[in-house]
């Protein structure tokens, strides 16, 4: 049985970097990593928009498409071994993704499963009017037809995942949550984090940063054949946070998967999508 150690460290597993991933080694976590959760990164923005018109075609649909099937994949291992999983793959319907991981869990016998749904990030209608009553401009200085947005979400930081954690939530199902809020989120809720405690939260969000795209702080972005080798390459395993009550990271993967763990495959994530290394923002904390 997978729990919080004594010595309060929680450990996470990034099962998922973007939406197209493989499952193999989020099966691979589920089954054989002493984890505590398991966090699937599914969305960009691009992928957002795509829900978006899924949802316009059909309003029971807008979640990722390859939910389902991680579902089926890591559910029982997780609710056998008692991992929390958190995920953003509700894109542009989390309510219906949260139904559908629900009826998974019917269908599989995994009994009294609790699943939360986050919502609050779609604020479509909202910039849509906006555009309507002429206030948006694009990049010409030209009035944007309101007809021409399809998407318009606001990241939203850890505040309703730790809610719904402290709810008893097993699966949480979000929207548009910022990728490092997701896993944030369990480290506030396991080490009681206050709100205004920012060193913690700052360093539990570059831990969050670090594990958010899975296999690229395993070699993903690190490797350059003949430069910089990757071992197995083909078997990349997706990497483990062990984060203790200060926010310190250990991270690392399940020995016999592909990749490396090392200091240079950290310092490419870590600078990943960070435009200032003094002010990298979040919705949860400004990190230097």
Known sequence: MSGISLSRVVRIGAGAGY????????????????????VFECLAERTIALAQQERQRDPARGYDPFLEARMRAVLPACRRRGIRV??????ANPVAAARMVAEIARELGLQGLRIAAV???????????????GELRDECGEALPAEN???????????????????????????????????LAPLVHEHRWSADDWTRRARGAVAGHLLECAGQVTGGYFVDPTFKDVPQLARLGFPIGEVDADGAIT??????????????????????????????????????
Do not use: M, W
């Open 19 to 38: 939406s197209g991933d493989r499952i193999e080694p989020a099966i691979e976590l589920a089954e054989r990593a002493h984890i505590d959760y398991l």
């Open 86 to 91: 958190v995920t953003n793959a509700g894109a």
């Open 119 to 133: 919502v609050g990030d779609d604020v479509l209608a909202l910039v849509q009017r906006r555009a309507a009553e």
């Open 149 to 183: 947005i399809i998407s318009a979400n606001a990241y939203l930081g850890v505040e309703p995942i730790v809610d719904a954690l402290a709810q008893g939530a097993d699966v949480v199902v979000t929207g548009r949550v910022a990728d490092s809020s997701l896993f």
């Open 251 to 288: 991270v690392t993967k399940l020995g016999d998967t592909g990749g490396c763990v090392t200091v240079r495959t950290c310092s490419e994530q870590l600078l990943y999508e960070v435009h200032d290394p003094r002010a990298y923002i979040t919705p949860d904390v400004c990190v230097d």
